[in-house]
């Protein structure tokens, strides 16, 4: 079992930043790759960026140059970092983990970009 639990999410202005984290404890070892997903209202949970343990990325098209994914191995941690944040940018952002045969959620963070 993994524990998935995001952090950083919040009100922000178009054009403003938030850096969102996540914390994996558990069964970590196995991890091959984490990533964040979002989830608009009335929207499918879409793939926002990933990271493999290898340190590869990829993006969805819509956020590549404004978003950046890292993670601290030491922290068992993953990160995104969004800049000059769009009010299409609001979702419910969740963090998650593949291992084999297995993919763990976080609970999902709200991220709400609005004058």
């Known amino acids: 079992q993994v524990q998935l639990v995001e952090s950083g999410g919040g009100l922000v202005q178009p054009g403003g930043s938030l850096r969102l984290s996540c914390a994996a404890s558990g069964t970590i070892g196995s991890i091959y790759a984490m990533g964040w997903y979002r989830q608009a209202p009335g929207k499918q949970r879409e793939l926002v960026a ?50 084999p045969g297995r993919t763990d959620w976080g609970k999902g963070a709200l991220v709400t970009v609005s004058s």
């Not at 969805?60 to 601290?72: A, E, L």
């Not at 068992?76 to 983990?97: F, G, H, I, R, W």
């Open 50 to 99: 990933r990271i493999t343990s290898g340190g590869s990325t990829n993006y969805v098209d819509s956020v590549k140059g404004r978003f950046t994914i890292s993670r601290n191995a030491a922290k068992n941690a993953v990160y995104l970092q969004m800049n000059s944040l769009k009010p299409e940018d609001t979702a419910v952002y969740y963090c998650n983990a593949d291992r």
